[in-house]
């Protein structure tokens, strides 16, 4: 029977099963790309460029993250507390203390990156210290430690890849069926081509999109429990949880590209009815507050 420690060693093999699809996309995409124009040498342009890709977001995912959430580098001395918490409880976990950042906005929330345990990072923003109580805000840094042993950050890194450059592709690709190319007539392959790369364009960064979804809302149930197993007090991550889902409005530097590294989703939703609801949901990163609640407390509620 599968257990939280044993999630650490299926996020790493189901990270290169991901990489494994990408490059099977990314082999497709030019295939017919080359097909279509007539050119063999763009589906190796499209390898190279893949793997150049992931090995940039896996070297450099962390920095880029950082970058476009606005977050600032600490040191203990700025706050001792934040900073005493975080380091008691990754020794706890077994983990070397990630370096600590604090996004200036109000809206409650926090995140980590990092390629590994010993590159890792954990951000949290002015608004998450003014309202969690210490319990409250050892839960949110446990969850956040969870997701470095459990390895899902990597698997983020690998997801985030697989999304934007099939996007990148599908718009590549329309936009050059668009202004033509060596299309000529009786040549049934180039058409069969043609068509089969409009059905990839618009269907395959969808299906990435779904794939990132399913795994942000399953790892975010395990960082919750494996949170849990460090403090010992479900109480405290159900009660944070509920504070910041209380909290009315989008953060000031949103990002669809980084929304499901944050314990909650950055995106405000609450004050949206009927249809634009149902879409904002279905598409959300993170399973809804009231269900991981729930998981935590059981029977407590």
Known sequence: MATIYSHKDNNIRNTWVLMLTFFIVVIAFGFVISAYFGNPSLLYIAVFISIL?????????????IKMTGAKLVERTHYPDLWNSLENLSITAGLPMPKLYIVEDNAPNAF?????PEHAAVAVTTGLLKILNKTELEGVLAHELSHIGNRDMLIATVVVVLV????????????SAYFGGNNKEGNKLQVVALIAGIVLAIFAPLIARLIHFAISRKREFLA?????????????????????????????????????LFISDPFDTEDKKGFFAFIDKAFSTHPPVKERVSALLGNKQ
Do not use: C
Not at 112 to 116: L, Y
């Open 53 to 65: 890709m992931n090995v940039g977001s896996y070297w450099f995912s962390d920095k880029v993250v």
């Open 112 to 116: 980590a990156t990092g390629r590994n």
């Open 164 to 175: 934007g450059f099939v996007a990148i592709l599908s718009d590549i690709f329309l936009r």
């Open 224 to 260: 919750d429990a494996s949170g849990v197993l460090l403090t010992r007090y479900p109480e405290g991550l159900a009660t944070a949880l509920q504070k910041i889902s209380a909290y009315v409005g989008p953060m000031q530097r949103p990002s669809h590209a980084t929304a499901h």
